[in-house]
C-alpha cells in the first residue's frame, strides 16, 4: 500500500498520492475503506495514468493578433511581441478552422494578446463556424461595445473579462486608465448571462483585497477565476506575492465566496472548484493547469500568427514553438511538445514524495521554464497549493462542497457506507 496520512487540524486524511483515493477519518480507519482501496486501487492507477498521458484534443486558444491596447505589467506575451503587432489573414484563418474540425476540436476561445482589436474578424469566424464549434473570449473589455455584448450573447458566446481590484486607481494602474469604469459599464451590460466570466490576477497589488473583490462581484456574476500571478515574464515575477500570503488571502475569498453562496448570491472561485474536482473527482476536472503533465499539448493548444504552442503562457518561448504548418497534419501535432509532456511530477524534487502532487500538479511549466530554464522544477507556488488542498479537505468536512460545486453534475461512481 501507498497510502499517505494527513493530519489537518482536528481529523485525518488517508490518501493514496498515485491515484487520489481517499477518505477523511477521525480516529480509526474502518476496515472496509481499507478492503476497497485494496479492490479498487489497480483499476484506479489506470485510470490516472490514463487521464495524465491520453492526447485528446478540445480546445484551441485563437491569437489572432499579437497587438494588444493595454500594457499590463505582468503579461506573459513579450513586449517586443506585442510591439511587433502580427495578425492572421482572413484567409489563413479559414484554412485554420477548417483544420481545426478535423483534429475534432469543440472549443475555440479568442486569446490574448487583445483579440478585440480584430472584432470584426472574429465575429464574422462565429458567423460562419458558429454551427460547428463553440466560441470564447477573454478581453480586456476595452473594446466592447454594448452592441458586442448583445451579439456575443445572442451567439452564446462564453466571455471573460480582466478585473483585478475594487480600487479604481489600483485597477486601472495594473489594466490602463479607464478600465475600472469599462469594467463596471459592461458588468450591467452582462447581467444574468450565465457565460460570463471575471478572471482576477492576483498579485502584490491585490492579494490583500481578494475577499472585497468576492463582495464586490456576488450578485453580477457567478464564476470568477483567480490566477495567482505567472512569472513567465520578469514584470509577473516582481509582482508575485509571497505564496502564504496569497493562499491566505485566496482561502477567505473562498470562505466570502461560499458565505454568499450560501446566502442567495452564488459565486463559485474556479480554481477552488477545480482543487475540490481533483479530490471528489480527479478525471473531471476542468482546467488543466493542476495536472501532470499539464494539458498543454495534450488537451488544449494555442495558435498565434507566429505559430504553434502548447498554450498561451508558452509565447515568447522559442523551444516550444511549431510552425503553423503542423495544423495540416493531425497526427504530428498529437506526438509535439514531447518536452512538456515529460514533465511529470514524479521527477521533480520535493513533488516526488508529496501526497498532494496529483492534486496539485505544480503547476505552471512555462512559469518554471522561463524562470529556472528547466521543466523539471517545482512550483515557486508550492506552498500556495499545499494550503489551499488543505482547505479543500477542510470544506469537504464540514460539508460545504455543494456551496462550491454543482453536485447534481457528478455522476456518482463509487460509494461507500460504514456499518
Same mark, same amino acid.
Given at each position: ?82 510591439? =511587433? #503587432? ?6 489563413? +484563418?479559414?484554412?485554420?478552422? /477548417?483544420?481545426? $474540425? &478535423?483534429?475534432? !476540436? *469543440? ?122 500571478? =505567472? #512569472? ?6 516582481? +509582482?508575485?506575492?509571497?505564496? /502564504?500570503?496569497? $493562499? &491566505?488571502?485566496? !482561502? *477567505? ?167
Amino acid at each position: 500500500m501507498v497510502l499517505q496520512n494527513i493530519k489537518i487540524e482536528d481529523f485525518n486524511v488517508l490518501l493514496d498520492p498515485e491515484n487520489n483515493f481517499w477518505t477523511i477519518y477521525d480516529h480509526e480507519i474502518p476496515d472496509r475503506i481499507i478492503e476497497t482501496y485494496r479492490r479498487l486501487k489497480n483499476e484506479l492507477d489506470a485510470k490516472m495514468e490514463k487521464y495524465r498521458s491520453e492526447v485528446d484534443f478540445n480546445t484551441v486558444y485563437l491569437n489572432i493578433t499579437e497587438r494588444c491596447n493595454a500594457n499590463c505589467p505582468y503579461c506573459y506575451i513579450p513586449h517586443e511581441i506585442r510591439r =511587433r #503587432g502580427k495578425e492572421i489573414d482572413v484567409d489563413l +484563418l479559414s484554412d485554420i478552422l /477548417n483544420s481545426l $474540425a &478535423e483534429l475534432g !476540436i *469543440k472549443n475555440v476561445v479568442f486569446h490574448g494578446a487583445e483579440p478585440l482589436l480584430s472584432k470584426d474578424k472574429i465575429f464574422e469566424i462565429v458567423e460562419n463556424f458558429g454551427n460547428e464549434l463553440g466560441f470564447g473570449i477573454q478581453t480586456n473589455a476595452f473594446l466592447l461595445t454594448e452592441e458586442d455584448s448583445d451579439f456575443l450573447k445572442e451567439k452564446r458566446i462564453n466571455v471573460g473579462i480582466s478585473f483585478d481590484s475594487t480600487s479604481e486607481n489600483v485597477e486601472d494602474f495594473l489594466r490602463g486608465k479607464g478600465h475600472y469604469r469599462k469594467v463596471n459599464e459592461v458588468l450591467e451590460w452582462f447581467s444574468g448571462y450565465r457565460g460570463f466570466h471575471v478572471i482576477t490576477t492576483i498579485t502584490s497589488y491585490n492579494v490583500n483585497e481578494l475577499d472585497k473583490i468576492i463582495d464586490y462581484l456576488a450578485g453580477k456574476v457567478e464564476l470568477i477565476l483567480m490566477n495567482p500571478v =505567472r #512569472g513567465t515574464s520578469l514584470g509577473g515575477r516582481n +509582482l508575485r506575492p509571497d505564496p /502564504n500570503v496569497c $493562499a &491566505e488571502g485566496f !482561502i *477567505k475569498a473562498v470562505e466570502r465566496a461560499i458565505w454568499h453562496t450560501k446566502n442567495g448570491k452564488r459565486i463559485t472561485i474556479g480554481d477552488f472548484a477545480n482543487v475540490l474536482l481533483g479530490i471528489v473527482s480527479p478525471y473531471s476536472r476542468v482546467l488543466q493547469c493542476d495536472i501532470s503533465p499539464c494539458g498543454g499539448g495534450r488537451r488544449f493548444f494555442a495558435i498565434t500568427p507566429e505559430g504553434v504552442f502548447p498554450c498561451s503562457e508558452f509565447i515568447g518561448l522559442e523551444d516550444f514553438r511549431q510552425p503553423l504548418s503542423i495544423l495540416k497534419d493531425p497526427e504530428k501535432i498529437k506526438t509535439s511538445f514531447a518536452n512538456l509532456k515529460g514533465r511529470r511530477v514524479e521527477c521533480i524534487d520535493d513533488c516526488r514524495e508529496c501526497a498532494f502532487r496529483n492534486i496539485c500538479g505544480s503547476p505552471c511549466p512555462a512559469e518554471v521554464y522561463a524562470e529556472k530554464g528547466s521543466l523539471i522544477q517545482k512550483s515557486p507556488y508550492c506552498d500556495f497549493y499545499k494550503k489551499v488542498i488543505e482547505h479543500a479537505f477542510k470544506v469537504i468536512r464540514r460539508g460545504d462542497l455543494g456551496s462550491v460545486l454543482r453536485l447534481e453534475r457528478l455522476r456518482k461512481v463509487y460509494e461507500i457506507f460504514e456499518t
